[in-house]
């Protein structure tokens, strides 16, 4: 959309009739005779199916294929002449039973509205559905979308909510960070209750759908700013989640001036320190940042200028650029260090592992502490230890990282980051720079915030409601 709103390119809409059953399979595909054909099947007969059907996994892949292959036959490149574009319609039309839609204005429940100012993006419709649906209509709209600083989580002994009313609203809210990055951070906090929901998050939940009330035509507007440069804001809350203490991170992606994808995300991995977490969401938003930049190149708009990636956290940047100074992130290499130069107890690891061999090794670093204290204690009350002490595990891996200095990938997380990092920074395909946190956009992606922070990060991205000017001119 980006694109089309700085290069002033028109948008087309076609309907392929039946799409998916176009398909060819690759893989051998069985299903059971269909109703009314049981008859002229044996027993353990089934179909060996040669193309796809709707509800296979594997239907949107066929499809896509069955497409390219047309696009390739007919010799279709990236190009502006609409000559060319009425041929290729001409030849998809041959190549499949399609409808022309004409100009681009509702797809898939996004309303597309197009005038001077740019492209309007928006699911007034689908929002004003949902509020008659759960029947709030006529309720009170409000300006936020949670309490600030408020923290969900499950409580012991609270009072469980409406679970069958509680999943059924969650998964209508799921579509709309589509066009409402505003929403996208409550919407994936509230789905995480799903399975339990109870009286505070069915709160919040009623609370986001007013919301909506008050902001039902909001969307994004592309504006035609004449370049197509990337940028990317990315942020992180550190422990955020009062459940597990995970941290949240996001981001906004930027291409020509406009905002064309955003996350809020969960990260796997405890956080120690707010650098680590920042970090973290650096090294997430630069995959972003690539594939974006792929996709340009794949249209025909490969990217000239460095990528500026935007953090407000000055450790995390120097972190990222300095491969030496990464100290805060060596919590894992601390552990092989101490296990190569050299009881009961159970005790709840201060870091999430990743992988059964990460937890058996933390926790080997662990009781060898207990061990050389043991030790000690022996040799103080005059009964020192001559024999060597035996540290007994039933996880080869772990055993063989602690013994083998080189092999320990799976204890590499963090490191696997600051290369990825640091390999894009020498490429010059990427520069990080530094924000003032009340200057960064993503903060909307990582918490809560109060009315006068979510507006100013929304309207910086130009997100709002233009239709007044906009209705009428598509």
């Given amino acids: 959309m980006s694109v089309a709103a700085n290069k002033e390119r028109p948008l087309h809409q076609f309907d392929v009739k039946n799409a998916f059953l176009h398909g060819e399979l690759e893989e051998e595909v069985y299903m059971e005779a269909p109703h009314g054909f049981t008859n002229i099947f044996g027993e353990k007969e089934v179909c060996l199916l040669k193309k796809s059907l709707y509800g296979l996994k594997q239907s949107p892949r066929s499809w896509f294929g069955r497409f390219t292959l047309a696009m390739k036959n007919y010799g279709f490149r990236q190009r502006d002449d609409y000559e060319e574009i009425a041929k290729l319609k001409k030849n998809l039309f041959k190549a499949f039973e399609m409808k022309d839609l004409g100009r681009l204005k509702y797809f898939l429940g996004i309303e597309v509205l197009r005038s001077k100012l740019g492209i309007f993006m928006c699911q007034k419709k689908y929002v004003l559905d949902l509020l008659a649906e759960v029947s709030m209509i006529d309720c009170k709209p409000v300006d936020t979308l949670m309490i600030m600083n408020q923290k969900l989580y499950i409580e012991e002994k609270a009072e469980l909510a409406d679970k069958e009313r509680y999943q059924r609203m969650v998964g209508k809210l799921i579509y709309l960070p589509h066009t409402q990055p505003d929403i996208a951070y409550v919407v994936g906090v509230v789905s995480q209750f799903m399975h339990q929901p109870q009286g505070a998050h069915m709160d919040a939940d009623l609370r986001i759908i007013r919301y909506l009330k008050g902001t039902a035509g909001h969307g994004v507007l592309f504006r035609p700013n004449g370049h197509l440069e990337t940028q990317l804001y990315t942020d992180a809350d550190l422990a955020?989640?009062?459940?597990?203490?995970?941290?949240?991170?996001?981001?906004?992606?930027?291409?020509?001036?406009?905002?064309?994808?955003?996350?809020?995300?969960?990260?796997?991995?405890?956080?120690?320190?707010?650098?680590?977490?920042?970090?973290?969401?650096?090294?997430?938003?630069?995959?972003?940042?690539?594939?974006?930049?792929?996709?340009?190149?794949?249209?025909?708009?490969?990217?000239?200028?460095?990528?500026?990636?935007i953090s407000d956290n000055k450790a995390a940047i120097q972190i990222s650029e300095n491969p030496i100074q990464h100290d805060r992130t060596k919590h894992i290499e601390v552990d092989r260090h101490f296990i190569n130069l050299v009881t009961w107890r159970r005790k709840i690891q201060k870091v999430v592992a990743l992988s059964s061999a990460e937890a058996e090794f933390r926790g080997i670093a662990r009781g060898l502490t207990e061990v050389l204290w043991v030790r000690r204690l022996l040799t103080e009350i005059g009964?020192?230890?001559?024999?060597?002490?035996?540290?007994?595990?039933?996880?080869?891996a772990a055993i063989q990282i602690s013994k083998n200095s080189v092999q320990h990938d799976r204890t590499k997380h963090i490191e696997v980051d600051r290369h990825f990092i640091k390999e894009k920074l020498e490429a010059k395909i990427i520069t990080l720079s530094f924000v003032w946190s009340e200057d960064q956009l993503a903060d909307i992606l990582t918490k809560s915030v109060n009315e006068s922070v979510l507006h100013q990060c929304l309207d910086k991205l130009n997100f709002g409601n233009p239709t007044i000017q906009l209705e009428g001119a598509c």
């Avoid at 459940?243 to 930027?254: A, E, I, K, V």
């Avoid at 707010?274 to 969401?281: K, L, V």
């Fill in 240 to 309: 955020g989640d009062k459940g597990n203490r995970r941290s949240t991170s996001g981001y906004f992606t930027l291409v020509g001036g406009n905002l064309v994808t955003w996350r809020s995300k969960k990260q796997k991995v405890v956080a120690l320190s707010c650098a680590e977490a920042e970090f973290r969401g650096i090294a997430r938003g630069l995959t972003e940042v690539l594939w974006v930049r792929r996709l340009l190149t794949e249209i025909g708009y490969p990217s000239q200028e460095t990528t500026k990636i």
């Fill in 383 to 396: 009964y020192p230890t001559q024999e060597t002490a035996k540290v007994i595990s039933d996880n080869k």
